[in-house]
């Protein structure tokens, strides 16, 4: 499997989505694996897919877990209904999905913050039949500002993601320009300008997007960038995008944040899906 060059490497910060790769291990174990691996820096969607408010003693053990492994959080998910699973967020859903979202904004902002992570990601959700989509994105422009406000008390960005139409085809936000408007839009609503892209390689390469004038127009506006190969959404070198080509364009473009490795590890234990990646550009530096 080709690697990247070393000089394109070293200047990323990588880290590892724990929802995604050794989702093999318990979540308790799964930071002091990444840190086995050589990674520094993790991310999670919401870890507890049937519960915006989890029990005190469920959030402290897994800050616990963070931070015996000595590894940094550096993005977490609000709650997004059941993901993985058929549910692409929870913040535009009218009544009790909703309900659930504003319920987690202050858990999500203060688990964040308890562990010096400064983005959070708000999953937009599914078009729902019967629904006014204008009545949808009404809810979803409310929460996005409180979830705003909640990210800046913090200190931190709000994220906010493009997905991809062949495998989310009730998504509303299935391109670059579909979520940067709503970026805009938050924005403007609340004045604090902390409302980010978050710039998914893989899901905009699904959806056929021309990837190179994406970030030429968006990596100023971008909070956070992840990738996986394509096609497949495995480890970079198992499909055909030109991850390191794209992943220097952003460094030019003056893009310095976290590049999450959101990828499945295929049929091997997650440990082994980094070959690509020399082990001295794990740790961020």
């Known amino acids: 499997m080709p690697g990247f060059e070393w000089s394109t490497a070293a200047d990323q910060r990588f880290n590892v989505n724990l929802s995604i790769l050794f989702t093999e291990l318990p979540l308790l174990e799964r930071p002091a694996a990444a840190a086995a691996a ?3 820096a993790v991310e999670l969607w919401w870890p507890w897919i049937d519960s915006p408010t989890p029990a005190r003693s469920e959030l ?10 000595g590894v940094r959080l550096t993005g977490l998910n609000f709650y997004a209904g059941q993901l993985p699973g058929p549910d692409r967020g929870a ?12 319920a987690n904004i202050g858990v999500a902002a203060d688990f964040a913050a308890s562990l010096g992570c400064t983005a959070l990601n708000a999953l937009y959700g599914n078009r729902v039949e019967g629904v ?12 996005l500002a409180l979830a705003a406000r909640a990210a800046d008390r913090i200190g931190a960005i709000l994220l906010i ?10 998504y509303p936000l299935v391109s670059a320009p579909a979520a940067v408007e709503v970026v805009d839009k938050v924005n403007a609503t609340t004045g604090l300008g902390n409302a980010r892209f978050l710039m998914d390689l893989y899901h905009l390469s699904m959806n056929g997007e021309d990837l190179p004038a994406v970030i030429d127009a968006y990596a100023a506006k971008t909070g956070h ?24 364009r952003l460094r030019k473009a003056g893009y310095d944040g976290w590049v999450g490795l959101e990828y499945k590890p295929g049929d091997r234990p997650s440990a082994e899906a980094f070959e690509w990646l020399p082990r001295e550009a794990r740790a961020a530096r």
Request: glycine fraction near 10%; aromatic fraction near 2%.
């Open 38 to 40: 050589g990674f520094s």
């Open 161 to 170: 993601e493009a997905l991809n139409k062949p495998e989310s085809p009730l």
């Open 91 to 102: 913040l535009s859903l009218p009544g009790e999905e909703s309900e659930k979202f504003r």
């Open 132 to 143: 006014d989509p204008a009545e949808q994105d009404a809810l979803a422009l409310e929460n």
């Open 225 to 248: 960038v992840q990738i996986a190969d394509n096609p497949g959404r495995g480890a970079p070198g198992t499909g055909s995008l030109p991850l390191q080509e794209l992943l220097g």
């Open 60 to 69: 402290d053990a897994l800050k616990k877990a963070i931070e015996d492994a």
